[in-house]
Structures are given as structure tokens and as C-alpha cells.
């Protein structure tokens, strides 16, 4: 069985993302079902995966991490309002049996991501 994953990273720091508050969100019909709420651990990473097993369903999900927040917390100066604030990476599950591994590649101007493994 597969598992769902995520970390941060700030590349603006040079460092992971530690203390991102993040919710996990299953996305049917078009309505949004909070599955999970979560923060980063010092390694830029939650200590368990977000889903794993039983609990990861193929389907369309949202991750919605509170970078604003984050860059705020680290003294970083940015303007009001944030350019980045709430980062919401859509995306999907097809096949229950890999791991996915959505990770959030951060600075207070940009933001990417991959599918890691």
C-alpha cells in the first residue's frame, strides 16, 4: 500500500521549513473535506505521512501549507498584504499502491513543486 507525503523546504533560508502549518484536504464533487491538519517538524517534514494504507484513496486532493506564516514567524520583512501567503498545491492520486510525495519548495516571492517518491 502507498502513503502520501510532504516536506518544506525554503530556499530564501537555506534551511527546511520547520513549524509550516499545513491541512490536507480530500476534493469531491467540487467540496473540499478537511482530512488532516499538520505541522513540519525541524527537518522540514511531518513526523508521519499525511495518508498511508486504507487511508490514501485515489482521487483529487488539496495541500494547503501557511507560508505567510512561516516567513512572518522567521522575522523575514514582507508587505501587506503577503505576496505569498496560503500556498494551495492541487493534485492527484491515480495509483494507491505508490507513495506520493508532494513536496513545497518556498521563498516569500516563489513557490514550486515535484512529485517526489
Known sequence: MGKLSTHVLDTAQGKPGAGVQLELYLVEDGQRRLLKRDATNMDGRC????????????????????????????????????????????FGVAD?????????????????TYRGS
Open 47 to 90: 513526523a508521519t505521512p499525511l495518508l498511508e494504507g486504507e487511508g490514501l484513496q485515489a482521487g483529487q486532493y488539496e495541500l494547503v501549507f501557511a507560508a505567510g506564516d512561516y516567513f512572518a514567524a522567521q522575522g523575514v520583512a514582507m508587505p501587506s498584504p503577503r505576496f505569498i501567503d496560503r500556498v494551495t498545491i492541487a
Open 96 to 112: 494507491v499502491s505508490q507513495n506520493y510525495h508532494v513536496p513545497l519548495v518556498v521563498t516569500p516571492w516563489s513557490y514550486s
